[in-house]
């Protein structure tokens, strides 16, 4: 036969699985310092001169003090922690008056009074007349959650800049996210990933010649995943104990996605990696690697997934997923890959099958394109169980049976029909199909003994098959490379021929 799996499952019920990408974020993002890029220059738009504005030598002063406020989710947790071990609460919130909202309306005003200019993005402006000792400020807005590279290039001889660029807490409070200091005239460069918000630039001119002059913007990219920034080892996303099933991109060649995943019972850990193809990607532009302890081993392409075994309790396992720069297969930022990975998924006994009181067409009787395993005369009954390897049940995952209840006797032709379940609290899922009524492509008869008489049956049906999958992981239920599928006979109709006394 010929195999054709005519189906679509909903966006939904893949988004149900994906986790939240802020989960283990810092309190405020973290920009990096690092050489600005030739071609990242090229891709802002020339805007012309803007007015040099001068903030104030208070802002800076704040803008320093700011960095105190910046603390890690870590440092949080730790003042968390001892709370609960002194056995103690927190002091009740104070609730906020109108003086209070006033002050601070007036704070928040004063952090920016001298950054009132607002420029777009992905231009780079212009700024002469230099003087050192200039202090500039300059606001843009992200509508999103993007990756921004934020420069200050093209200082002309004797002008020596640094670049910050920072946020407000919402309460007047600058915070800084990152500084970009080179000697001279080098670029300034802070990249990284921020949420939707107001940010502004802060430059200071150290150094200044007469004509001194210089150039900024920043480049802005939304075409991220929700799991951003997740760029180095060690800001690998944290996955929930669970199978996850995670889609991700890369907006860049040297975007790295990281991910770890703690076995906290112990159990085995599966990786699976595959191209969306609806995005335009294939497998071949993904490279998928583990790390194994000492180095980053590349899982092959053609492998559907990959088991680790247990590491232990607590155990962590690390991946990592990558574009693939052969030139055969050329990234593209709209190509999107989906990654299994989480509690290794074991499929507790499946089983489908129709009505309780079917008379079935014995094998010796099966015509058609063979034996019938499955067989129903309206109605079938499906149900599996997902655990991890310890025994615990897997939530939220998304057992598929793949039907095709009446195959076409001129082409053999499959075209399955998807029939979804999601798992309980108890790991189970099931359904039931109504495969209705039919009039039948093939004729047999068959002899069945019953109650002490010799019956013979003759039956018109249909032959179809079926096969069970796992939406999170491919390669598990029922059906695979060696048994494509289990057959199934839609009876259609049965009627006694005769009867005799055995």
């Known amino acids: 036969m010929k195999s054709k799996k005519a189906f679509m499952l909903g966006a939904a019920m893949a988004a149900s699985c994906f986790v939240s990408a802020f989960a283990l974020a810092e309190q405020y993002p973290h920009l990096a310092a690092d050489a600005a ?32 406020l910046k603390k890690p989710l870590s440092a949080a947790k730790a003042k968390a922690d001892s709370v609960v071990e002194d056995n103690t609460l927190p002091a009740p919130a104070t609730q906020v008056g109108k003086s209070t909202a006033r002050e601070a309306t007036a704070a928040q005003a004063a952090l920016v009074q001298g950054c009132e200019t607002t420029l777009d993005v992905n231009l780079l402006y212009t700024v002469d007349g230099v003087q050192t000792g200039d202090l500039a400020c300059y606001h843009f807005n992200l509508p999103q959650k993007a990756r921004i590279n934020a ?31 080179n000697p001279g005239t080098s670029d300034e460069s802070l990249s990284g990933v921020l949420p939707a918000g107001d940010y502004y630039w802060f430059m200071e001119a150290n150094a200044a010649v007469e004509g001194s002059s210089y150039q900024f913007g920043v480049a802005v990219d939304a075409n991220i995943d929700a799991f951003e920034p997740n760029d180095m080892p060690e800001t690998a996303f944290q996955l929930p104990d669970t199978l996850n099933y995670i889609s991700g991109n ?36 993904w490279i998928l690697e583990r790390f194994d302890g000492n180095q980053w081993v590349t899982v092959g392409a053609n492998v559907g997934s990959t088991s680790i075994p247990s590491p232990g309790v607590g155990g962590v396992v690390k991946v990592r997923v990558r574009p693939n720069q052969h030139p055969n297969e050329p990234w593209s930022a709209t190509g999107k890959y989906t990654l299994s990975f989480g509690s290794n998924p074991r499929v507790n006994s499946p089983d489908l099958r129709g009505e309780s009181n079917v008379l079935r067409v014995p094998s010796s009787a099966s015509g058609g394109y063979g034996y019938m395993t499955t067989q129903a005369y ?36 499959i075209v399955y029909k998807p029939y979804a379940g999601v798992t309980n609290s108890a790991g189970q899922a099931g359904g039931t199909i109504n495969v209705g009524t039919c009039s039948g492509d093939f004729q047999t008869t068959f002899i069945d003994y019953a109650q002490g008489y010799k019956n013979t049956w003759r039956t018109d049906y249909n032959f179809g098959v079926w096969r069970m999958e796992v939406l999170e992981y491919p390669g598990i239920g029922v059906g695979g490379d060696n048994s494509q599928y289990v057959t199934f006979g839609h009876l259609c109709k049965q009627t006694l021929l005769s009867s005799t006394k055995s």
Do not use: C
Request: glycine share 12%; hydrophobic share 35%; net charge negative.
């Open 378 to 413: 309206r109605e079938l009954n499906w149900n599996v169980g997902l655990s991890d390897s310890t025994g615990a049940p897997l939530v939220g995952l998304h057992p598929i049976v793949y039907l095709d209840q009446h195959i076409d006797p001129n082409t053999g032709t």
């Open 37 to 68: 890029q030739p071609s990242l220059k090229q891709t802002l738009k020339t805007a012309g001169k803007v007015s040099a504005t001068q903030a104030s030598a208070t802002l800076k002063q704040r803008l320093q003090a700011g960095a105190q």
């Open 151 to 181: 420069l200050l290039v093209g200082q002309t001889a004797g002008t020596d800049m640094s670049l910050t660029l920072f946020q407000d807490d919402g309460q007047g409070n600058p915070i800084p996210l990152g500084t970009s200091n």
């Open 250 to 285: 890369a907006d860049s060649l040297d975007d790295v996605d990281y991910f770890d995943f703690t076995a906290l019972r112990g159990q085995s850990v599966g990786i699976a990696l595959k191209a969306d193809a609806a995005s335009g990607s294939s497998r071949g532009k």
